[in-house]
């Protein structure tokens, strides 16, 4: 097959782009429609990815299509600063809207990405609580500006040669339970251990009355799709309540609808204080918010925070129609409907595949964790799964060291997902022993 094209891009990336800028496959995107992409030389491909977990109601849906072109006649920016904005205003209350508890009553702010909603709940919990140390956990991933640094530890890499990031921040470990930090052999038996070090912690090195706040991921995404046992986020629910602190809760990759409900946190029946968001909720275009308890919000006195792009009303506009879709189209049933048929497809491999470590995930949120023969992270043979993948027509990524992450557009069919399936479990039947 011709490349010419492809190769072509790629040696003007080289000259122009930084090397820090990976990409996990040579493909070159030119357009995307529903669940497919297509490359600058016609090859479609089957999109697992999704934009990493954003394009929740697929490509150049025709409703968010028609709301951007609309909304760029009229506006394209007005700076939230400067005065107000209808689509920034009917964005927070979608949000509010689906939100869970009482942060339907919740205030919130408009922002451009994860990181900078994780930026800004940061501050909020430190300015309103008054209280210097943010407690968070290991394998979680926050973002990359300085600050939402401070508390990813999903690799060493993205720390290297910065230490001396925000200070205050404490680390416990995640309940990663197919890799138990604490080698226990299964979650039942531990007494969700994990829980415990956080205890342990605010006994030993975090004083409580200095603790602003605990962020967590509901699901851990970058970290290998990681889903925590029953009664830990619960746990963490109580020691926040019993400790004055801010429960914040990362849903950036989780929330949306992605895993069956329209935020991770309702799997457990937990309401954060604070809920970052970002990746889906701007059908594409950049767009990140937090929403939190009105009495924190209403403590942030004018003009302590702010952004020249926030809520950008184009961003906005895209992304109330998302949420319409996402509700319209009965996107979480989709997703936990072909979520768990994904998790039974693998599971049922286990025995066949002993490739497939560990099969864990909710809705379309799943992960596929490769081991080697030893058991040991299979990080080599993941990256030439992906690759050998990608040649077949369709596109995948990682999390973890070494995690299939199943994260398709919510809109897929089951044609469409036993297609991809097929594809990859035909991979990784290579790898036998
Ligand atoms: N939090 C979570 C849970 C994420 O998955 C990500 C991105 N993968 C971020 C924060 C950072 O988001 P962004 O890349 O938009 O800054």
């Not at 109601?57 to 006649?73: M, R, T």
């Not at 963490?236 to 409900?261: N, P, S, V, W, Y």
Request: with cysteine; proline share 5%.
């Amino acid at each position: 097959m011709d490349k010419r094209e492809t190769t072509n891009l790629i040696k003007r990336d080289q000259s122009a782009v930084a090397s820090t800028i990976y990409r996990y496959t040579d493909i070159a995107f030119q357009r995307g429609q529903g669940v497919y992409l297509y490359d600058i030389e016609g090859r479609e491909y089957l999109d697992f990815v999704s934009g990493i977990a954003t394009m929740n109601v697929g490509h150049s849906h025709p409703k968010v299509v028609e709301a951007i072109c609309e909304q760029a006649q009229l506006l394209i920016h007005g700076a939230c600063h400067i005065g107000y904005m209808e689509p920034y205003i009917a964005m927070m209350e979608s949000i509010k809207s689906v939100a869970p508890g009482d942060l339907k009553n919740g205030k919130g702010i408009l922002v451009n990405s994860g990181s900078e909603a994780v930026e800004t709940a940061l501050k909020l919990a430190r300015f309103v609580k008054n209280r210097p140390m943010v407690l968070a956990f290991t394998d979680s991933f926050h973002g990359r500006s300085m600050g939402a640094l401070a508390l990813t530890s999903s690799s060493p890499l993205y720390r290297k040669n910065l230490t001396g990031l925000l200070s205050g921040v404490y680390h416990t470990p995640y309940p990663y339970c197919f890799r138990c930090p604490l080698k226990h052999d299964s979650p039942d038996r531990c007494g969700i251990a994990c829980l415990n070090l956080v205890e342990k912690a605010l006994e030993t090195v975090v004083p409580v009355e200095d603790l602003a706040a605990i962020i967590v991921e509901p699901i851990a995404g970058e970290g290998g799709y990681i889903v925590p046992p029953a009664g830990f986020l619960s746990g963490l629910r109580e020691i926040c309540d019993r400790h004055d602190i801010m429960l914040i809760a990362d849903e950036i990759q989780t929330g949306f609808g992605r895993t069956g409900k329209m935020f991770a946190v309702e799997h457990w029946d937990i309401v954060p204080d604070v809920i970052c968001l970002a990746k889906a909720m701007g059908g594409g275009l950049p767009l990140g918010a937090i929403l939190g308890e009105a009495e924190y919000l209403d403590e942030w006195p004018p003009a302590a925070h702010g952004t020249t792009f926030g809520g950008n009303p184009v961003a906005c506009r895209a992304g109330s129609v998302t949420l319409e879709i996402i509700k319209s189209e009965n996107l979480m049933q989709n997703a936990e409907k072909l979520g768990d048929y994904i998790k039974d497809k693998l599971i049922s491999l286990q025995k066949d595949l002993p490739i497939i470590g560990d099969v864990r995930g909710k809705g379309l949120m799943i992960g596929a964790e490769l081991v080697n023969k030893d058991g040991t992270p299979a990080n080599e043979i993941i990256k030439e799964v992906i690759k050998e993948v990608a040649s077949q027509g369709v596109v995948l990524t990682k999390c973890g060291a070494s995690t299939i992450r199943f994260a398709p557009p919510l809109i897929i069919n089951e044609d469409q997902l036993n297609e991809g399936l097929d594809i990859i479990i035909g991979i990784l039947k290579k790898y036998q022993w």
